[in-house]
């Protein structure tokens, strides 16, 4: 597999279309992305360190998002992480921002929600110029 650029955002959904449309947008501002249909799947490549920040859906097949980022933060990982979850409501939005999320945006979002959400996690989070 190729490393992962630095700076790059990495996106965690099951979900193939949601994925791709959010690798879609962030390509098109110019951030690299490297995208993943698991946590599991990320965790097993081990390549966060470096990165601007993670997005991550919030209902995965076996680890959630938010126990991705209970995972990271146990493995002294401070990455940002975004939750994005179609499955929303007050109480996730409170457990999730508690546990450290930078943000936390129920689908459907807008494009430019996420994007500001990116740009607000890090400065490595910026598009490249063009």
Do not use: W
């Not at 859906?57 to 998002?65: I, V």
């Not at 401070?78 to 109480?91: E, F, K, L």
């Not at 930078?102 to 959400?117: E, H, I, M, T, V």
């Amino acid at each position: 597999m190729n490393p992962t650029p630095s700076g790059a955002v990495l996106v965690v959904d099951d979900d193939d279309s949601m994925r791709h449309a959010i690798e879609r947008l962030l390509h098109a501002v110019g951030l690299g992305t490297r995208a993943y249909p698991s946590a599991e799947a990320l965790l097993a490549e081990s390549l966060v360190e470096g990165v601007a920040c993670i997005v991550s859906d919030f209902q995965l097949p076996a680890m959630s998002g938010l126990e991705l980022l209970a995972e990271l933060r146990a493995r002294g990982n401070r990455t940002p992480v975004i939750v994005v979850t179609a499955h929303d409501t007050p109480a996730l939005r409170r457990e999730a921002i508690r546990r450290g999320a930078s943000a936390y945006l129920a689908k459907p979002f807008r494009g430019s929600d996420l994007l500001a959400a990116i740009k607000a996690a890090g400065p490595s989070a910026s598009a490249s110029p063009t």
